[in-house]
């Protein structure tokens, strides 16, 4: 059974950092591309972020390009999100998952940033 467990959100001043973790078991994670998908209140998911299975390819959404960079240890079977210079519009629940559209996702984990 796949579990995804996100973690490492909370409430940051806009220029904050926050760290993200996801823990998944229940399939091969290492050989798994995986992915961050976000829903901002009153909206639908959106894509973040992906990265390939040994983690060598990355693709970013625009809007957080050079702020949030993905990564994996596939030792540990974890995937991260670390972001940077957060902004209010970065508000969102966080999910890890298996698909770009994130049909297989964890729980998720609320970031808010505000002042």
């Known amino acids: 059974q796949v579990q995804l467990v996100e973690s490492g959100g909370g409430w940051v001043q806009p220029g904050g950092s926050l760290r993200l973790s996801c823990a998944a078991s229940?399939?091969?994670?290492?050989?798994?591309?995986m992915y961050w998908v976000r829903q901002a209140p009153g909206k639908g998911l959106e894509w973040v972020s992906t990265?390939?299975?040994?983690?060598?390819?990355?693709s970013y959404r625009d809007s957080v390009k050079g702020r949030f960079t993905i990564s994996r240890d596939n030792v540990k079977n974890r995937l991260y999100l670390e972001m940077n210079s957060l902004k209010s519009e970065d508000t969102a629940v966080y999910y890890c998952?298996?698909?770009?559209?994130?049909?297989?996702r964890g729980q998720g984990t609320q970031v808010t940033v505000s002042l």
């Open positions: 990265i390939s299975n040994g983690g060598a390819l990355r």
């Open positions: 998952a298996k698909d770009p559209g994130g049909a297989v």
């Open positions: 229940g399939f091969f994670f290492s050989t798994s591309g």
